[in-house]
């Protein structure tokens, strides 16, 4: 499994950005962000058939994952950017094989990763 994330950029504060996520296959994907100095913090998550999402308050209401299974890509759509927005963006897959629901923000159950894109929001 290769994951190829992109969409990445430099924006100002109240834009949006679109983050793809290449190769996603019939895997459960999550979407992480992590910032130099931190640990990876979980972002948005969504199941293989796409029924499920998962997002933690921080974004909840202004990030948006979802699927597109033809096209075997997981979308990011970031909305109202903020600066504490900026990171490094990486998505994840885990199988489908396996238990999802309930531990889905755990960076540690994921099985690939992608290279990670730079989101950059100034204020």
């Known amino acids: 499994v290769q994951l190829q994330a992109s969409g990445g950029g430099l924006v100002q504060a109240g834009d949006s950005l679109r983050l793809s996520c290449a190769g996603s296959?019939?895997?459960?994907i999550g979407w992480f962000r992590q910032t130099p100095g931190k640990e990876r913090e979980f972002v948005a998550a969504?199941?293989?058939?796409?029924?499920?999402?998962y997002y933690p308050d921080s974004v909840k209401g202004r990030f948006t994952i979802s699927r597109d299974n033809a096209k075997n890509t997981v979308y990011l759509h970031m909305n109202n950017l903020k600066p504490e927005d900026t990171a490094v963006y990486y998505c994840?897959?885990?199988?489908?094989?396996?238990?999802?629901?309930?531990?889905?923000?755990?960076?540690?159950?994921?099985?690939?990763w992608g290279q990670g894109t730079q989101v950059t929001v100034s204020s």
């Open positions: 994840a897959a885990r199988s489908r094989s396996q238990a999802y629901s309930g531990t889905y923000y755990r960076p540690n159950i994921y099985d690939y």
């Open positions: 296959g019939p895997y459960n």
């Open positions: 969504i199941t293989w058939g796409g029924g499920s999402t």
